[in-house]
């Protein structure tokens, strides 16, 4: 018998090349790049050698089924066994209570280093740094909870059916009528989840002879929705209307590939430059999924931030999933591309409408910000967002961390880097009864993993206090301080 030592192949690591814009707005030495790489070469290295041994154990079988096609690519399936597999208890933590300032966390076992993963009855009480409750309606509320368990027992948990076919409620039309007075539109379409949102109703908007000029940054559901529409898509540098102008420019110029004719309809995901984008014809896509209800004076958006008219931008996508603590998204526009989307929409012909209930939570949870509910909640609710996260910004920073996000933002990353500090960071916060969101690639580039903390308007100031503890000795820990911390006695002046 013949003995044939079968190697496994190298696997082919994308391009790791970091973006312009990234590094303008990441403080990133050469060491840390350089100790980031090498920890994941050694994963990498230590992955193909235990490839190795499993292969000289069991020279004698073949894990390859003859006549099938692989189910993931190469890089991809040893990506999962080898480095995700070894800190997955990090991802997807059940949760057994509301999305509150504090939750149950359960305790999950694995008898087989974290290949499975096991849910014991066991929970641990945690302060919650994860959850998109960024006004606090995740938990219940004194205004909306009774509506929407009077909603529960006159619609019942669904609809069953289609918004096209017998799908639509009262809720539903009112919902839709709030929304577009909210966001300053005409009128509003809504669909049962956010990311379906983008990812249906771009393609159902530009076709193959379209143009669609992206932003670098776009969330995965815009990506896709682009790629699907079939559209020829460009990307310009993430905020720099000068970039986006030249991309336009050249595009408008060159026509589409292939035929050189002229672009049919053109859409572009962004605010910032409209200017050019209006002088150039294009229709401006703004995706509001996190600042909605949370940004500008009133919680309206961007629009109300940057003193822009809605009117001066063709399409307005948000969420109710983030501020307003139920499900779902919606489309603000005219009243001609909204008639075009209930009548070619498959999101809208085919999908399940949302529940009556989430209905009903978004409904109350938009009229206690607009103060219709007869209190001023709304605007203590954005005070004290603001003030928690700039606090909690400020913080951080004073410690030594480099964190990104905008003031007034309640989404900001404590950048890790290396991918061996993702598990450290996070089962060291949670050993201490904080849980805290880690992403790394392939979420991010490879070098630029992090832990991603979002404020609430339910935290109270001894809970920052908790979580800023916490954070500050876990970092210290794992090395996460990247900058020279603030003296003590320049924390106590302030």
């Known amino acids: 018998m013949t003995l044939r030592l079968l190697l496994p192949p190298l696997p082919a690591i994308p391009p790791v090349a970091v973006p312009r814009e990234v590094r303008r707005m990441v403080r990133l030495t050469y060491l840390t790049a350089l100790t980031t790489f090498f920890g994941y070469i050694l994963l990498i290295a230590i992955g193909l050698l235990r490839d190795l041994v499993c292969k000289l154990l069991d020279w004698s079988k073949s894990d390859e089924l003859m006549g099938y096609a692989p189910i993931c690519p190469p890089f991809e399936d040893f990506y999962t066994r080898r480095i995700y597999h070894r800190i997955q208890d990090c991802f997807g ?162 026509g589409q590939p292939g035929t050189h004719t002229h672009h049919g309809r053109r859409y572009l995901s962004l605010l910032r430059g409209y200017t050019a984008c209006k002088a150039s014809s294009a229709c401006v896509y703004l995706d509001e999924a996190h600042s909605i209800g949370v940004v500008g004076k009133s919680g309206r958006g961007v629009c109300e931030l940057l003193g822009v008219d809605p009117a001066d931008v063709d399409i307005m996508m948000g969420t109710f999933t983030k501020s307003f603590g139920s499900c779902g998204g919606y489309i603000a526009a005219s009243e001609e591309i909204i008639q075009h989307l209930k009548h070619g929409c498959p999101a809208h012909l085919y999908a399940t409408s949302m529940s009556p209930p989430a209905v009903q939570q978004a409904i109350s949870a938009i009229k206690v910000v607009l103060g219709e509910d007869g209190s001023n909640r709304g605007a203590k609710k954005l005070a004290r967002i603001r003030e928690s996260s700039n606090y909690f910004r400020s913080e951080l920073k004073k410690m030594g961390f480099v964190v990104l996000g905008d003031n007034d933002s309640p989404v900001m990353a404590i950048m890790l880097y290396d991918l061996a500090k993702l598990p450290a960071f996070s089962r060291a916060c949670l050993r201490q009864n904080v849980a805290v969101v880690v992403v790394g690639y392939p979420a991010t580039p490879v070098i630029l993993a992090r832990a991603r903390i979002c404020i609430s308007a339910s935290h109270t100031r001894e809970d920052l206090i908790k979580g800023l503890k916490v954070i500050s000795e876990v970092g210290g820990l794992v090395g996460a301080k990247c900058l020279p911390a603030e003296p003590e006695k320049a924390k106590k002046m302030d």
């Open 93 to 254: 933590r059940p949760i057994a209570s509301a999305a509150d300032a504090w939750i149950d966390v359960v305790e999950l076992q694995s008898n087989d280093n974290d290949k499975t993963l096991r849910r014991t009855s066991n929970t641990s009480r945690c302060l919650n740094l994860g959850s998109y409750n960024y006004l606090g309606f995740a938990a219940g509320d004194q205004y909306c909870t009774p509506r929407v368990v009077e909603s529960l027992k006159k619609y019942a948990p669904g609809t069953c059916s289609a918004r096209a076919d017998a799908g639509t409620t009262k809720l539903h039309i009112e919902l839709e009528e709030l929304a577009a007075r909210f966001v300053g539109k005409p009128t509003a379409i809504t669909f049962g989840m956010g990311y379906v949102t983008n990812s249906s109703i771009i393609p159902a908007l530009v076709g193959e002879e379209g143009l669609i000029v992206s932003d670098s940054f776009n969330h995965n559901s815009i990506i896709n929705g682009a790629r699907a529409s079939g559209a020829t898509v460009q990307v310009f540098r993430h905020n720099s209307p000068s970039h986006l102008e030249e991309v336009l420019r050249e595009n408008i110029v060159k």
